[in-house]
């Protein structure tokens, strides 16, 4: 499948900003076998004063821009050709959770890829006895890991509301799962905090998601917007298999990443520092269009 992809995100500031510095990462990265990165631009206005590129520990591209002047807003734009992999569905190869247990403990290696970074708690991903026997649940009628964290997706997608107004993006695993309620982003850290919490390692993936609209309506442009999912380890056989809680399915071609890592803060659209007075609103405006 190959796509276009445009993103937009939009900071309008209360007050005039000056001596900011963000790190952003929107822009796709090619992974052999998943996707290849065709082309790809990322822009900004105003100008940064100074702007540079490099890799993290998880292989997340990371543009780091820096301002001196005052400006009142910023404006990222992201343009990007992706073709992704055809997805065929896999057998189940990963064995039961005790099996699990003692092919990590025979897993020496820490490379970024390696299930031991993806195993406790991490920045944005305290473990809960809570969401852990939610996770439990899963374990106990299903005969695999993969099974397991395919019925645990499903539970969440059951059992949750996608609700815009009831969370925040610093809303904790623990409260989304009392309240029941959320987006893409706290779906993925409560199915994240239930697989650690019974031993099976999972991560926070980033990207996009072509939507198809309803059967006679036209596709709005810049109706979507960024989406997460889940990858987890399923074995030495099975490796790492993607799920999205959201829309209770295995993550397939539709699905373009930006990224990955241990939580949202791993791999958030963009961070950093500025000095301004009052607040700032934000908008989001993405396309992903499939090229015929």
Known sequence: MLYDVRLELRYDYEGWVHGDRHH????????PKVQR?????????????????????????????AYQDY???????LAARVSVEDVEKRPDFSPA???????????????????????????????????TRYAQESVARTASVQAAALDFCLSIHRDFAYDKKA????????????????????????????LRGVGIPAGYVSG??????????????????????????????????????????????????????RDYADISPIVGVLRTSGTHETKQSVDVVRVE
């Open 37 to 65: 990165v065709v082309a790809a631009s990322l822009s900004f206005d105003p100008r940064p004063d100074r702007e540079a590129s490099y890799s993290d520990f998880f292989g997340n591209l990371i543009t780091s821009i």
């Open 71 to 77: 400006h009142d807003h910023l404006d990222v734009r």
């Open 167 to 194: 969370t925040k993006v610093d809303t904790s695993p623990l409260e989304a799962f009392n309240l029941k309620r959320g987006v893409c982003q706290d779906f993925v850290h409560v199915m994240i905090a239930g």
């Open 97 to 131: 959770l005790q099996g699990l247990e003692a092919e990590i403990a025979g897993l020496w290696s820490l490379v970024p890829d390696a299930p031991h970074h993806f195993l406790s708690s991490s920045p944005r991903i305290p473990l809960s006895q809570a969401i």
């Open 24 to 31: 952003v990462r929107v822009t796709p990265v090619s992974i």
């Open 208 to 261: 996009f998601l072509r939507t198809i609209p309803p059967k006679g309506k036209p596709r709005l442009e810049g109706a979507d917007a960024m989406h997460a999912w889940v990858r987890v380890w399923c074995g030495q056989h099975a490796g790492w298999v993607e799920f999205d809680p959201t829309n209770a399915m295995i993550a397939g071609s539709d699905h373009i990443t930006i990224g990955h890592g």
